[in-house]
């Protein structure tokens, strides 16, 4: 099959600056909501707090705004902004107990003084103990008896002494009640303690300004199975070359027949000292979901098995010894610094691209903002230039077919995916990263005698009732940025008296596993953990296919491939099918090659942040004819990966857009855009001559990764025979002017596309229309 080909070079227009704020200024009484918020101050100040520790003089409080004051006038008002949410929720710091807060208050109130900033102000309120109580302590209760282990984020800081003093002040409290200081991993950006304290010393740190939050250690989830048995004689393995994937798991089992030689390494990085638990399968499970992506036709055709690529290992899982069944991160160090230190050996010892983290936590995402290990993730991605593939998580289905939010799998379906508890689990809101949702392979049960009234929860194609639903982070209400992808990750069967039958074969996920007696080669298992390296394996083939590609390009490719499954017909609205099914599931095929009916371009790049690049697309006359019978499509996907901070509230340092114009002068494409306000929501050419795509652009403020489509059925053979991309970066206002972000890297994939075209070869006169001059194919 023919490789892509490329975008002519774009155009660039020049740097458009934007405003420092968003959101309008409301009109407000200055004497009455002055007066308001003195009080609230006052109530903040004066609220009781635990003086026994004697340590922090400093005082976190929260202010609500209407939009985004500029954080100039905040330290004006001796505050210091720890941090922002989506709400426009700011966490302030002041070292003076609030008194110059309140001061310009008085004055507020008095004279109207001020009112850029006080006007904008809606509530001011505590930073207390709750806030501060993060996953785990419900559970557990602020009473118990003995010690406890806990996880202690600090509020992250402008440098390494200010983050040094803050672990100090949290380190006194522990250390002088009694308290175990175990892990520590202090950095600006992020600072952690893992402490074993008294409920006595834990309610005291409640208190602590220097405290973000406390939570129990998180909890990976990994997923429910049984043992397939299968005949090791029976199978035969044959190999093919591929890009090798470094999967950070548990260990793969060295002996299991079926990977031996495909694992080139697996290593871990714990000290000497520390005694890991005896591997389980999941592993090794996930191994062979990489290594085997046509296992279960190969199984049903009765072929032999065939391996692509090859893996390195990190271990980052164990199992947990207290917990039958349940798996931990190793106790030596945080999650997020086991996944950097995993990345960053194979990424600077072997060289690889391309990460499978099957892992997660067990709790979804809260909405407020991410955590340090999806910064991390995101973090990595940009700086190594690597795809880290990662699942939305698994939410848990009792016995009694229950999910977390009380409904039923089947009698409530599709209603309980868009539950707050059904919501994605970090590190999946990671914007850089693919994160993948799991639908089933399979919509009925194995047959055996006596199963009548068996029934699979899913139907062949849908959603499966654990996949965890989007969106990720964002303020965009019916954003569509997580998950990206879907693949076959299992199913739910239900016996005939209304239970879970656990990994029932006929309905859920055949990869190889091992057990002790080595026999037993093969696994019947569900989850979204399996979904995602089904995902890794096409990216890694896009990488074997374009080795100089970069990690946008792949990202894009994988996204233009996807094609949404059937079930989908089974969600209404747009938004919410996106967060079950994102863009669909990926096709190989259409990610490695064109054809005669199907031509992909693609321009791998960058561009100066706040611009515009215009890219020039040849539309040949064959294709604009089209057929009487057929639709044509015109889909693009744009990947970019800006710098990420998790305590903003835009977490992404810049946005983009990508548009397409017809029968438009370039030239005078370039005018209009260059005058363009870029704060002005309507686009600067309207009617037929802008390419109605959708999903609207609005959907994708919050997404690294958009893939929106034009189709017509009808001609339109008189437009022009070159129609333009344009492609705008807009910075956000915490990002602006920073020396390190200059330029934003992205990746562009358009495809033509007519499945019903037969006289002629749309590849071959596209490619012939690259060879003629094209007056807007030399840059600006």
């Given at each position: ?65 209407q939009s985004r004051p500029t954080e100039e006038t905040f330290l004006n008002r001796g505050l210091k902004v720890l941090g922002e949410t989506v709400d426009y929720t700011y966490f302030v710091l002041t070292d003076d107990q609030g008194s110059s807060l309140a001061t310009d208050l008085d004055k507020y109130a008095k004279t109207g003084s001020l009112k850029s ?338 029934m699979a929860v899913a139907e062949a194609g849908e959603a499966s009732p654990f996949s965890r639903s989007g969106p990720g982070l964002g303020t965009n209400k019916k954003r569509l940025n997580k998950p990206e992808i879907v693949d076959y990750g299992g199913n739910v069967v239900l016996n005939d008296s209304g239970h879970v039958a656990q990994n029932e074969p006929g309905a859920s996920i055949v990869t190889p596993s091992f057990k002790s007696n080595g026999q037993r080669l093969l696994s019947a298992v569900n989850g979204t953990s399996f979904a995602a390296p089904a995902v890794a394996r096409v990216a890694a083939d896009i990488a074997d ?236």
């Amino acid at each position: 099959m023919p490789q892509h080909l490329q975008l002519p070079p774009p155009r660039s227009v020049s740097s458009r600056r934007t405003s420092q704020a968003g959101g309008k200024r409301p009109s407000r009484q200055a004497g009455e909501h002055g007066t308001h918020l003195k009080q609230q101050l006052a109530t903040v100040v004066q609220k009781p707090r635990r003086l026994d520790a004697g340590v922090d003089p400093k005082l976190v409080f929260k202010i609500s705004a209407q939009s985004r004051p500029t954080e100039e006038t905040f330290l004006n008002r001796g505050l210091k902004v720890l941090g922002e949410t989506v709400d426009y929720t700011y966490f302030v710091l002041t070292d003076d107990q609030g008194s110059s807060l309140a001061t310009d208050l008085d004055k507020y109130a008095k004279t109207g003084s001020l009112k850029s900033f006080f006007d904008l102000i809606k509530d001011i309120e505590p930073y207390g103990p709750e806030d501060r109580m993060g996953p785990g302590l419900d559970a557990i209760g602020l009473e118990y008896t003995g010690q406890r282990t806990l996880d202690v984020a600090i509020w992250p800081s402008g440098k390494v002494q200010e983050a040094q003093d803050r672990a100090t002040t949290v380190e006194t409290v522990v250390e002088r009640s009694g308290g175990t200081i175990m892990l520590r991993s202090i950095t600006p950006r992020r600072s952690y303690l893992r402490i074993s304290v008294s409920s006595e010393t834990l309610n005291d740190l409640l208190d602590i300004s220097a405290i973000e939050t406390i939570r129990t250690p998180p909890v990976p989830y990994l997923d429910f199975r049984e043992w397939w048995n299968a005949d090791s004689q029976s199978l035969q393995r044959a190999t093919e070359n591929g890009t090798v994937v470094g999967i950070l798991d548990d260990s793969p089992h060295p002996g299991h027949p079926l990977l031996q030689g495909l694992i080139l390494s697996d290593e871990h990085l714990a000290p000497e000292s520390y005694q890991w638990q005896r591997r389980g399968t999941h592993g090794t499970e996930v191994a062979g979901r990489v290594l085997y992506p046509n296992l279960h036709d190969e199984l049903r055709d009765l072929k032999p098995l065939t391996a692509v690529g090859a893996v390195r290992s990190i271990r980052v899982l164990e199992p947990d010894p207290n917990f039958p069944g349940a798996t931990r991160f190793p106790t030596f160090g945080f999650p997020h610094q086991l996944v950097e230190d995993g990345i960053r050996h194979l990424h600077s010892t072997y060289g690889v691209r391309l990460f499978n983290l099957s892992l997660g936590y067990s709790e979804a995402f809260n909405d407020i903002h991410v955590g340090a290990l999806t910064e991390v993730i995101d973090d990595l991605v940009r700086e190594l230039d690597i795809v880290v593939v990662l699942p939305t998580g698994n939410a848990p289905i009792s016995i009694e077919a229950q999910t977390p939010s009380g409904h039923h799998v089947v009698d409530d379906k599709p209603d309980y995916f868009y539950t707050r508890e059904h919501r994605i689990a970090e590190p999946g809101p990671a914007a850089l990263a693919i994160t993948v949702g799991s639908i089933a392979l399979s919509g009925a049960s194995a047959e055996r005698p006596n199963n009548y009234g068996w029934m699979a929860v899913a139907e062949a194609g849908e959603a499966s009732p654990f996949s965890r639903s989007g969106p990720g982070l964002g303020t965009n209400k019916k954003r569509l940025n997580k998950p990206e992808i879907v693949d076959y990750g299992g199913n739910v069967v239900l016996n005939d008296s209304g239970h879970v039958a656990q990994n029932e074969p006929g309905a859920s996920i055949v990869t190889p596993s091992f057990k002790s007696n080595g026999q037993r080669l093969l696994s019947a298992v569900n989850g979204t953990s399996f979904a995602a390296p089904a995902v890794a394996r096409v990216a890694a083939d896009i990488a074997d296919a374009y080795p100089s590609a970069s990690a946008n390009q792949i990202r894009s490719l994988l996204g233009l491939s996807a094609k949404l499954p059937k079930a989908t017909k089974n969600v209404d609205e747009g938004h919410l099918n996106s967060w079950l099914y994102g863009y669909g599931r990926a096709d190989r095929e259409a990610a490695l090659s064109s054809n005669s009916n199907r031509v992909t371009l693609t321009y791998d790049g960058d561009m100066p942040v706040d611009t515009v690049q215009i890219h020039p697309l040849p539309v040949p006359d064959i294709f604009r004819r089209g057929t009487k019978a057929g639709e044509r499509t015109i889909t693009v996907s744009l990947a970019f990966d800006p710098p990420v901070r998790r305590q903003r509230r835009e977490y992404l340092a810049g946005s983009m857009q990508v548009d397409i114009f017809r029968d438009v002068d370039p030239d005078s494409l370039q005018e209009i855009l260059a005058k363009q306000d870029p704060d002005e929501p309507l686009p600067p050419i309207t009617g037929r001559r802008r390419l109605e795509l959708t999903p609207g652009s609005d959907s994708f403020l919050s997404s690294t990764l958009q893939v929106r489509n034009w189709s017509r059925k009808k001609t339109f053979v008189d437009d022009s025979d070159t129609f333009y991309v344009v492609v705008t970066h807009k910075a956000q206002t915490w990002a602006r002017d920073d020396p390190k972000y200059t330029r934003q890297r992205y990746a562009l994939s358009v495809c033509l596309e007519d499945q019903h075209l037969v006289e002629a070869d749309l590849y071959q006169m596209v490619s012939q229309r690259l060879q003629l001059p094209i007056r807007s194919r030399v840059t600006g």
